[in-house]
């Protein structure tokens, strides 16, 4: 079953018939659950006003930030936190110093370890808390509550985190597009609402497909959602029109479908003539410092769509971004440093504002960590999903493939040159200006869980890709001396083959023993 459980079918059915109910508990902190019981909740309830809507709306957006940890309290998955360094943790430009993520950072998942199965069984509870918000909706039209309309936009918000929930399950428990053109086993893809044990029979009778059936899928919710959401909307933590279009330039780039990257870059500005660039479609651009969406990261011009968390609802110290990757002197846990392959990379130069501005020394041990997400006292930062930096570079890397290079040339200068002194500013376009893109999104998006999705779609890249898990630094490799602008390490811990079967997370023991098809093809090694 696709939704967070137990082991035990009994514990699958109790969950999946109370899933409205813990949708409208977390919807609020209002007791909007004691209007009935918890377990006699009807959907009437849910969606009889325009008023119970916008709470249980809210109630999917947090699904998104918190989710539960063991079926517990939240711990930012799947997208408050967990996501994010969840995939800096599979890649190597950042380092795993404690136990904490040691699972993750050493590729020794298994069908029961805590991370992977935690983000899985979060993804499919908002999976499932977007399609019960979806069905309520059109019955809230069919009782005059909602104009046709209304109930389109908040089905289309639905829809966007359907689609990106999706998405970061391809990127984990299947292979990338490039792997047969999308015809490996993908993942389910959930669009109907379980809120009964019929439902939970029959959900358990859906199969993976394809991954070319997964995107097609996530495509068609994010076209919906384009369609139907709303362009001029300034709170970013919800989805719109021009975060739906950025998420589709993202996924098209996965696909390697670089014509339509560049179309969706299009509709939001990219195609002008530089050297700056402004969205048509909600007024995005570039803030002036690259400090902007994280200092100002509830109201900037970058940021396209992020997760909000407060002091009243987020991760908390065991999932906060905050408390992860800050070191202790200022309120984190010194979980996670950046890599000093990456900090003395020769592409990451001398002077460029991110190492002042969004890295910090710690002074117990000299050693970097991220800077981005600063609040460790209240946890309130919010996790960044997708900016106009993004888009920007999407369609750099497209262009500079299609041979465009002089257009992609500028769409990097327009990220890179905000950063980077004049003095170490490309004259000309590098020889090689699809690598200079790809370094520049190592650097760019630092911290923001950005680098496992790039592994991922490039894994196969006879020219770009890594083949594999990189190899990596070990944790006595990592001390403040090194941090100088010069030094690569050797990684003392070995590469993984794109061959190895580590290279995919498992389906959890809890949706193998809940569903059979799953059961039958359980990805290799587990």
């Known amino acids: 079953m696709n939704i967070i459980s137990k082991n035990k079918s009994s514990r699958n059915k109790i969950v999946a018939l109370s899933v409205l109910g813990l949708l409208l508990f977390t919807a609020s902190c209002?007791?909007?659950?004691?209007?009935?019981?918890?377990?006699?909740?009807?959907?009437?309830?849910?969606?009889?006003?325009?008023?119970?809507?916008?709470?249980?709306?809210?109630?999917?957006?947090?699904?998104?930030?918190?989710g539960k940890y063991n079926g517990e309290g939240g711990r930012g998955y799947p997208f408050g936190g967990a996501s994010i360094i969840q995939a800096e943790m599979r890649g190597e430009d950042m380092v795993n110093l404690q136990q904490f993520y040691q699972?993750?950072?050493?590729?020794?998942?298994?069908?029961?370890?805590?991370?992977?199965?935690?983000?899985?069984?979060?993804?499919?509870?908002?999976?499932?808390?977007?399609?019960?918000?979806?069905?309520g909706v059109k019955t809230a039209v069919e009782k005059?509550?909602?104009?046709?309309?209304?109930?389109?936009?908040?089905?289309?918000?639905?829809?966007?985190?359907r689609a990106l929930a999706h998405h970061?399950?391809?990127?984990?428990?299947?292979?990338?597009?490039?792997?047969g053109q999308g015809n490996k086993p993908g993942v389910p893809y959930r669009t109907t609402a379980i809120r009964s044990t019929t439902d939970f029979d029959e959900a358990s009778k859906v199969g993976r497909g394809l991954v070319s059936e997964d995107y097609t899928k996530i495509l068609e919710d994010l076209d919906f959602a384009e369609a139907n959401l709303s362009a001029t909307s300034t709170n970013y933590s919800?989805?719109?029109?021009?975060?739906?279009?950025?998420?589709?330039?993202?996924?098209?780039?996965?696909?390697?479908?670089?014509s339509a990257v560049i179309a969706d870059g299009a509709k939001l500005g990219t195609d002008a003539s530089g050297p700056t660039f402004t969205s048509p479609v909600g007024n995005y651009k570039l803030t002036d410092s690259p400090d902007g969406p994280f200092?100002?990261?509830?109201?900037?011009?970058?940021?396209?769509?992020?997760?909000?968390?407060?002091?009243?609802?987020n991760g908390d110290v065991n999932g906060a971004l905050a408390s992860m990757l800050l070191p202790s002197d200022?309120?984190?846990?010194?979980?996670?440093?950046?890599?000093?392959?990456?900090?003395?990379?020769s592409f990451w130069v001398t002077g460029d504002l991110r190492k002042s501005l969004l890295q910090v020394k710690g002074s117990n041990d000299g050693v970097y960590y991220n800077n981005k997400y600063r609040?460790?006292?209240?946890?309130?930062?919010?996790?960044p999903i997708i900016r106009y930096a993004e888009v920007l570079l999407n369609v750099a890397e497209a262009e500079a493939r299609s041979g465009s290079a002089a257009h992609a040339f500028v769409l990097l200068n327009a990220v890179r040159n905000r950063s980077v002194p004049v003095a170490n500013r490309f004259i000309s376009a590098p020889a090689d200006l699809v690598l200079a893109i790809l370094n520049e999104r190592r650097v760019e998006f630092a911290g923001e869980g950005r680098r496992w999705p790039d592994l991922h779609r490039l894994a196969l890249d006879a020219t770009y890709g890594q083949g594999g898990i990189p190899a990596k630094l070990n944790a006595g490799q990592v001390t403040g001396d090194v941090f100088n602008e010069s030094t690569i390490l050797t990684p003392a811990r070995a590469a993984i083959a794109y061959t190895d079967y580590r290279f995919l997370w498992p389906f959890p023991l809890s949706e193998v023993n809940s569903n059979p098809l799953i059961k039958a093809s359980q990805n290799p090694g587990y």
């Open 30 to 66: 209002k007791k909007f659950t004691e209007i009935k019981p918890l377990d006699g909740l009807v959907e009437e309830i849910a969606f009889d006003t325009k008023s119970n809507i916008e709470l249980v709306m809210n109630g999917v957006y947090q699904q998104a930030a918190i």
């Open 103 to 135: 699972i993750t950072y050493q590729s020794t998942q298994s069908t029961s370890s805590a991370n992977n199965v935690n983000h899985y069984e979060n993804l499919y509870f908002l999976i499932n808390q977007a399609n019960i918000f979806i069905a």
């Open 144 to 161: 005059g509550v909602l104009t046709d309309a209304e109930e389109k936009a908040y089905e289309g918000e639905a829809r966007f985190l």
């Open 168 to 179: 970061e399950l391809v990127l984990n428990f299947a292979k990338p597009y490039a792997d």
């Open 238 to 258: 919800r989805a719109t029109k021009g975060a739906a279009i950025a998420l589709k330039s993202r996924v098209h780039l996965h696909m390697g479908d670089y």
């Open 295 to 313: 200092v100002n990261y509830r109201s900037n011009s970058e940021s396209m769509f992020s997760i909000a968390n407060s002091a009243a609802s």
């Open 330 to 345: 200022l309120n984190g846990r010194s979980l996670v440093s950046t890599s000093p392959n990456l900090y003395n990379a």
């Open 375 to 383: 609040d460790a006292i209240t946890k309130a930062d919010w996790a």
